[in-house]
C-alpha cells in the first residue's frame, strides 16, 4: 500500500476481504504529547495485492485437415435445368464452392465439388501445452483490473478423449484497490 492522502488501515502481507477499506480519509497528528488533532480528508492511494485465481482449459491434441485430391466434378444449372458434366462421380468427401449468373435474363449456377480425404493430424503435447499458457495468461490479463505479474503458477496437466486438459492456481499481483467514498 502506497498512501498519498490518509491513513493505511492494513499492512503488507495482511489478508483482505473484497469491499474491505484498505485507506482511511483520516489523519491523526501529534502537535505534543497531551494533544491530538484530527483531519477527514478524501483518501488516496494505491493497492497491489497477490491474488489467486483457479485457472482451467483445454485444448483439443487430434484435428481433421482436408487433403484435396484435385478430382472434381461439375453441376451446371440454367434456369432450373440441372446438367451433371460426362462421366461425374459422387465423392464421399467435398467441398462445393456456388457461383451464379444471369447471362442474357438466363439464371445460371455453376457448382463446383472438390474431392477431399479427411486426415487426422496430432498436435504436438508440449506445444499444446505452451498454447493452453499462453491462453490463459492472456485470459487472466483481460479479466483483472491492471496485472503487474503472474507467478506461482501451479497446473497440473491429463488426457482424456484426445484432449489435453490444465487446471490449477495462479497468483497475480495487481491493482485491487477501488475508489469508494465513505458516507
Do not use: H
Not at 502537535?31 to 478524501?42: A, F, S, W
Not at 432450373?80 to 468427401?93: A, D, E, R, Y
Amino acid at each position: 500500500i502506497v498512501v498519498s492522502k490518509g491513513t493505511a488501515i492494513v499492512q503488507k502481507d495482511m489478508t483482505v476481504k473484497k469491499g474491505e477499506v484498505l485507506i482511511l480519509g483520516k489523519v491523526v497528528y501529534n502537535k505534543d504529547t497531551e494533544m491530538e488533532e484530527t483531519r477527514y480528508l478524501k483518501a488516496e492511494g494505491r493497492v497491489l495485492g497477490k491474488t489467486m485465481y483457479d485457472i482451467s482449459a483445454s485444448k483439443v491434441l487430434v484435428k481433421e485437415v482436408k487433403y484435396y485430391t484435385g478430382r472434381k466434378n461439375i453441376e451446371i444449372n440454367i434456369n432450373n435445368k440441372v446438367m451433371n458434366m460426362p462421366f461425374s462421380k459422387t465423392f464421399q468427401n467435398f467441398e462445393t464452392k456456388e457461383y451464379s449468373y444471369n447471362i442474357f435474363g438466363n439464371e445460371i449456377v455453376l457448382k463446383i465439388f472438390s474431392e477431399y480425404k479427411p486426415i487426422r493430424e496430432t498436435i504436438n503435447k508440449e506445444e499444446a501445452k505452451n498454447v493452453l499458457l499462453d491462453e490463459l495468461k492472456k485470459k487472466i490479463i483481460e479479466s483483472t483490473t491492471k496485472v503487474y505479474d503472474i507467478y506461482d503458477l501451479k497446473e497440473e496437466y491429463f488426457v482424456m478423449n484426445d484432449t489435453l486438459y490444465v487446471k490449477g492456481t495462479v497468483s497475480v499481483l495487481e491493482d485491487i484497490g477501488e475508489l469508494k467514498y465513505i458516507k
